[in-house]
């Protein structure tokens, strides 16, 4: 089946999760180091477990739920009975660089891309998080050309599985959901979200198995599931 617009998650979607994460917290580590807080790894992911636990349950279903400068601003009160604006600044802007540095694609993506192209087919991210930190993924992994619209839970107020950040790229697009398809790494956020508005659904995992369909309950199913992303060629342009 063809559609007239694709809707993507980012994260784990796009590009794998995982290393980039690693990669982000050891940065973060040796900021804290350089500025003198003196801490193991073992530490250090408590410390980052318990702040990131805390920031969930007091912003949950907000775009802060998800902002590292909250984590270790958090962290750095914990550990040090402090608040330091410039360490806790450095700190989450160093988890960040760290992140980027390990950011690819993944396999099959620009070709995908490609075909929706030549297909016609319009493409948005909906994802979940800050419109700053998505911006510069996108810049990083040298797609932002290849967006049609980018739709944050920052920006419109609700986190996905909401119907709004599904609904305002269906509004951009001036697309019904039986126009669209929807491709996420997430069977709650991005399944079962897309599935509630009316959208056509892709399961792909960038670092991780796609869940079996008997673990997952009837909300989440989605419509395809895609062991590789270059498949997303056969079912959506």
Known sequence: MSYEAV?????????????????????ALEAFRERGYEMDREAF??????????????VRGTAASHSRHIYFSRALERHADEHDAADALAIGDAYWEGYASEMSLCDGVERVFDSLAAAGVEVAVVTNLTTRVQLQKLSRLAIDDR???????????REKPSALPFTTALAAFDRR?????MVGDNADADVAGANAVGMDTALFVADGETPAREDLPDHQQPDYRLDAFAELTEVAA
């Open 7 to 27: 809707c993507f998650d980012l994260d784990n979607t796009l590009y794998p999760y995982a290393p980039c994460n690693e990669a982000g917290k050891r940065a």
């Open 45 to 58: 992911d408590e410390l980052y477990a318990t702040a990131r636990r805390e920031a969930k349950r007091e």
């Open 147 to 157: 967006i049609d619209r980018l739709v944050t839970s920052e920006a419109v107020g």
């Open 177 to 181: 959901p039986s126009e669209a398809l």
